[in-house]
């Protein structure tokens, strides 16, 4: 059978040649092959504009293309080619006003994605970090934040991705895009905490209380806050779902009084605890799984977010009016009592969210002073995406034997393997500490870069180990960060990526000691000595 498709972006791909029939996380090869002509456009768009100014209009629409690509994001063919057809043209209009390089220059899918396996990799590493930064980019600018370096960052990286570079070239091109997305992740903290407030550590219930609800899934704090003001006095409470619990520690955000806890565990576990639900759903962003039929009628997408029969939010003049999901949720009535059977995957019934960086930098004298007596002689960074394939309960077992006198940092979905574990403190420091969403990776790097300037020391220096978890491409750009600051010794897993050549991960071992997990006993063993 000859291949329909070819995507290897994600970490449940079919190992060593991707999905070829159909993707695994359930996308059609139809709205594969529609995000290869976008991703082919949105390079023509690039060159097009090569030489010009790039204004936020601009960058919205780049922004807005790379994160369609992204897994679990758009199921919809016909916005995509709609979107297609929108950034054409733009670059033909943006082509005979400057002096980019004409379509006919373009690679296609094939040259993209076939050849030189090593050139592929990296070539692809590149690309999936622009389309993680692009999401970034895309929910600071909604906060009205904006930065010239990382509009700028996303037209060069994406004419790049279209030329023929060497192995040392793109090397080069990947460093320089890790430090432009490190600047994302700083803009993108900046639009929230500017926005609503500096988070607070936030104990949230996973208990759905009775009467109508919303649960509101995805990264945007936008969406979040508008359904909020929308909702309040209605007599609908809004719960978070996956990405979205950090939203609890925001000030401005948890003073509405109807934002009243957590719906469930993490992204893949949707289609099972969705069923029978009597609420409604809006998902904002990634990660939307396939919508099963009896539940299809309560789910509502807004923004990049789109799926077949599904109602859409649109903006208008900058807002979104979620009138259809407040009548669905109302419509359904929500539970007649309390309902407590969606706790964390080992049990519990609370999480604690709102440790970011402005938290734990106004206590570092204390935690300082808890490394010098002893009290903490390790810190784990155990974070990033969750998924469906078999091995992830590595992160539950290795969270879980950590020793006493360590404090656990995470972030992202990843944490829901064990944010409901009670693991006790060390003085007035839980020992697991949620630091926000994947993009709140900049605040584990606030605090680790505070901790080698208060011990005079750099952050490979530190007790200090980063253990991440991947599945899509957020998750890459953040690792290509952490790499670009000369961060080393990252465990990365459960799997390796499937485009990643033994060339290119002998490289990326050799230069950064990236290297594979193994189990949680081994590992913890390599670490601890």
Not at 29 to 46: G, M, P
Not at 500 to 524: H, I, K
Request: glycine share 10%; net charge negative.
């Amino acid at each position: 059978m000859s291949n329909k498709m070819l995507c290897f972006q994600c970490e449940q791909t079919v190992p060593h040649k991707g999905c070829t029939i159909k993707g695994i996380c359930g996308k059609e090869a139809t709205t594969s092959n529609l995000q290869d002509e976008l991703t082919l456009a949105l390079i023509r768009y690039a060159q097009a504009m090569e030489g010009q100014k790039v204004s936020d209009k601009d960058a919205r629409l780049m922004m807005e293309g790379l994160f369609t690509t992204i897994t679990n994001v758009n199921f919809d063919d016909p916005s995509i080619q709609k979107l297609i057809a929108h950034v054409d043209a733009v670059a033909d209009q943006r082509n005979a006003a400057g002096t980019g390089t004409s379509a006919a220059a373009i690679l296609s899918p094939d040259q993209l994605f076939i050849g030189d396996p090593d050139i592929v990799a990296l070539r692809t590493l590149l690309l999936l970090g622009l389309r993680g930064m692009g999401a970034y980019a895309f929910h600071a600018l909604a906060l009205g934040k904006s930065d010239d370096a990382v509009n700028e960052g996303m037209f060069s990286g994406m004419r790049a991705v279209g030329t023929n570079h060497t192995v040392a070239e793109w090397l080069d091109l990947i460093m320089e895009f890790g430090m432009t997305n490190y600047r994302c992740m700083e803009l993108l903290d900046a639009a929230n905490t500017g926005a609503y407030g500096t988070p607070v550590p936030t104990e949230v219930t996973q208990i759905i209380d009775k009467g109508p609800f919303i649960v509101v899934s995805g990264h945007d704090l936008h969406d979040l806050n508008q359904l909020l003001e929308q909702t309040a006095g209605k007599g609908v409470d809004i719960y978070t779902h996956g990405e979205m619990l950090p939203a609890h520690g925001y000030p401005e955000l948890k003073k509405h009084a109807h934002l009243k806890g957590n719906f469930g565990t993490a992204w893949q576990n949707q289609q099972k605890e969705f069923r029978d639900v009597p609420g409604a759903f809006l998902f904002t962003t990634n990660c939307l799984m396939p919508v099963r039929p009896e539940y299809a009628d309560r789910v509502f997408t807004t923004a990049v977010v789109e799926y077949p029969g599904l109602v859409h939010i649109d903006e208008v003049d900058g807002k979104k009016d979620f009138t259809p999901v407040i009548e669905k949720a109302l419509e359904l009535g929500g539970y007649t009592e309390p309902f407590d059977g969606l706790p964390g995957i080992n049990g519990g019934q609370t999480v604690t969210t709102g440790f970011g960086h402005g938290t734990v930098l106004s206590v570092a004298d204390q935690i300082v002073a808890a490394v010098k007596s002893g009290a903490v002689k390790h810190f784990f960074l155990v974070g990033g995406c969750d998924g469906a394939k078999p091995g992830r309960n590595y992160y539950t077992d290795f969270v879980a034997q950590t020793p006493a006198d360590s404090i656990v940092l995470t972030l992202a979905c990843g944490k829901f393997r064990f944010n409901d574990l009670d693991l006790g403190k060390i003085g007035p420091f839980p020992r697991i500490m949620d630091m926000g969403q994947c993009n709140d990776s900049y605040s584990a790097i606030q605090v680790a870069l505070a901790l080698a300037d208060a011990f005079e020391t750099d952050i490979n220096s530190l007790p200090l180990s980063i253990v991440l978890s991947w599945y899509e491409q957020k998750a890459v750009c953040v690792l290509l960060s952490l790499l670009a600051l000369g961060v080393k010794n990252i465990y990365l897993g459960p799997t390796l990526p499937t485009f990643v050549s033994p060339t290119v991960l002998n490289v990326l071992v050799e230069q950064f000691g990236l290297r594979p997990t193994t189990t949680a006993e081994a590992d913890l063993k390599a670490i601890l000595g």
